[in-house]
């Protein structure tokens, strides 16, 4: 079970990246998939999560209206699509797995992690 992040840079604000998780090792098309990022000396936050269905989405406030959780499912493939990137966007983002069947904003709730992929927006 391995879920690997990529799509991370530097980016200035006002820009936009797409993060993509690639899923291997079993099939998540019951799990709820999950990304969160965790900036320097800052806690681990929940940004965003989706059913593997796409039926249901959940986003944390600060990214509402700017970032989109979507998925191939041919691909095993979870992307979040980040636009109008401010500096405080700026961390570590993970993106994760949970068995649930609803959506939960918990990181102790998620299973599996990827290992991050750094986003960096500059002002």
């Known amino acids: 079970v391995q879920l690997q992040a990529s799509g991370g840079g530097l980016v200035q604000a006002g820009g936009s990246l797409r993060l993509s998780c690639a899923a291997s090792?079993?099939?998540?098309?019951?799990?709820?998939m999950g990304w969160f990022r965790q900036a320097p000396g800052k806690e681990r936050e929940f940004v965003a999560a989706g059913s593997w269905g796409g039926t249901s989405t959940s986003y944390a406030d600060s990214v509402k209206g700017r970032f989109t959780i979507s998925r191939d499912n041919a691909k095993n493939t979870v992307y979040l699509q980040m636009n109008s990137l401010k500096p405080e966007d700026t961390a570590v983002y993970y993106c994760?797995?949970?068995?649930?069947?609803?959506?939960?904003?918990?990181?102790?709730?998620?299973?599996?992690w990827g290992q991050g992929t750094l986003v960096t927006v500059s002002s």
């Open positions: 090792g079993r099939t998540f098309s019951s799990y709820i």
């Open positions: 994760a797995a949970d068995r649930s069947i609803v959506i939960r904003t918990s990181k102790e709730a998620y299973v599996y």
